[in-house]
């Protein structure tokens, strides 16, 4: 990917850094990232050992479920040479009160780097603003940014580019909706988000991507049919988020008609992708005819995972 600072300049403006949102991040950082991701994972598919983290410790605190993000974590530290440590907040203290900043100032005379998954977006900022330590955000109720720079590693893969990919977001405008918006617009790829009223992106979030489109659109309809026109990528996830599994009748209800099926997807373009972070409820968001046909990239998209996390740790976490 062309990037009009020097790849040195890149390199070292990214150690030491908080990833929190995709919002704080330039398109070169982003380009940056994802191109020694890919490079990441051509070394691991030669047998190349890349340890730049050696005798290095991420902390990986859970406050809800996980498999990819977990895994991937764990893993990717592990194969650059470090280790990572799972701390559910069932078992740290930060689960029975102790306040963030307490958590973030002891965790950093420990760590080198904490991945965090939560509920508030306003918890992770407090923590990064009270580590002295890389904070990386693994999911929150509004953003999921680790999982956006996978999507768009998949993206790279499949279609080539990123710029003018139309990506069409059909389903609940929730933390994915608003992570893919944000790097849509950054890598100047168009996003037409289809959510039904009152289940639409966040407003502010959506200004905020217009702002970073330089000649992209970013559109929120409530037509799912319009979102897809023409779409490169066709993109759910789940109506019912981790935290609102009390809502789940009401949202089914809500959703109707937003089904990712066959005729839905006709309108897109013929050689387009489907794409999904998973876990997938068939049948709900998403018909299994999809998910599991021809134009589904989702296991790749999981598999990036890994790559495009170990990416962000040797850039935030190494020297
Ligand atoms: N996509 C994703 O973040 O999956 P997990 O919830 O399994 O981590
Ligand atoms: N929106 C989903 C994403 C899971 C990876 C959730 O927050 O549960």
Known sequence: MTTTLGTTDLKSALVGRDFLTLADYTPDEIG?????????????????????????????????????TRVSFEVGVY?????????????????????IADTAKVLSGYLDGIMIRTFSQTDVESLATNASIPVINGLTDTYHPCQVLADMQTIMETKGR??????????????????????????????????????????????????????????????PFEAVKDADVIYTDVWASMGQESEQKEREKAFEGFQVNQ???????????????????RGEEVTAEIIDGKHSVVFQEAENRLHAQKALMVALMGK
């Open 32 to 68: 940056y990232l994802l191109d020694l991701a890919a490079d990441l994972k051509e070394k691991r598919k030669n047998g190349d050992i890349v340890e730049p983290l050696k005798g290095k410790t991420l902390g990986m605190i859970f406050e809800k479920s996980s498999t990819r």
């Open 79 to 99: 194969q650059l040479g470090g280790t990572g440590l799972f701390l559910s907040s069932k078992d740290i203290q930060i689960g029975r009160g102790e306040p």
């Open 162 to 223: 990123l710029e003018g990919i139309k990506v069409a977001y059909i389903g609940d405008g929730n933390n994915m909706a608003h992570s893919l918006m944000i790097g849509a617009a950054k890598m100047g790829m168009d996003i037409s988000i289809a959510a039904p009223v009152g289940y639409q992106p966040e407003e502010t979030i959506t200004n905020k991507a217009k702002q970073f489109a330089k000649g992209t659109s970013v559109v929120v309809t409530e037509d």
């Open 263 to 281: 005729k839905l997807v006709s309108l897109a373009k013929p050689d387009f992708s489907f794409m999904h972070c998973l876990p997938a409820h």
